[in-house]
């Protein structure tokens, strides 16, 4: 098992910046990549960034340029800097850790923090 606390949410201005932290404990899994992802009301959880324990990243069209993804092995850390902040950032983000784990393909989730972009 794996364990995923989130924190860092809160409300900010469009244009603003916000950081947001995943402490992950627990298991070590095997091929593990950490990521974030979002759930606006109303509408599909999807992916926002995701880091590979290689170091490949990839991020979403609707981020890339505005938000880093980091990950500090050292203190189990992987957070999300997100610059440039638009309304339509407004989510649930939930940080995620998926790899193998005993031959399977596991996932773990965060409870989730809230990001709101409102003036």
């Known amino acids: 098992q794996v364990q995923l606390v989130e924190s860092g949410g809160g409300l900010v201005q469009p244009g603003g910046s916000l950081r947001l932290s995943c402490v992950a404990s627990?298991?070590?899994?095997?091929?593990?990549?950490m990521g974030w992802y979002r759930q606006a009301p109303g509408k599909q959880r999807v992916m926002v960034a995701t880091i590979s324990s290689g170091g490949t990243i990839n991020y979403d069209d609707a981020v890339n340029g505005r938000f880093t993804i980091s990950w500090d092995k050292e203190k189990n850390t992987v957070n999300l800097q997100m610059d440039s902040l638009k309304p339509e950032d407004t989510a649930v983000y939930y940080c995620?850790?998926?790899?193998?784990?005993?031959?399977?393909?596991?996932?773990?989730w965060g409870q989730g923090t809230q990001v709101t972009v409102s003036s």
């Open positions: 627990g298991e070590v899994l095997s091929r593990n990549v």
């Open positions: 995620t850790s998926r790899g193998r784990s005993n031959l399977q393909n596991v996932v773990f």
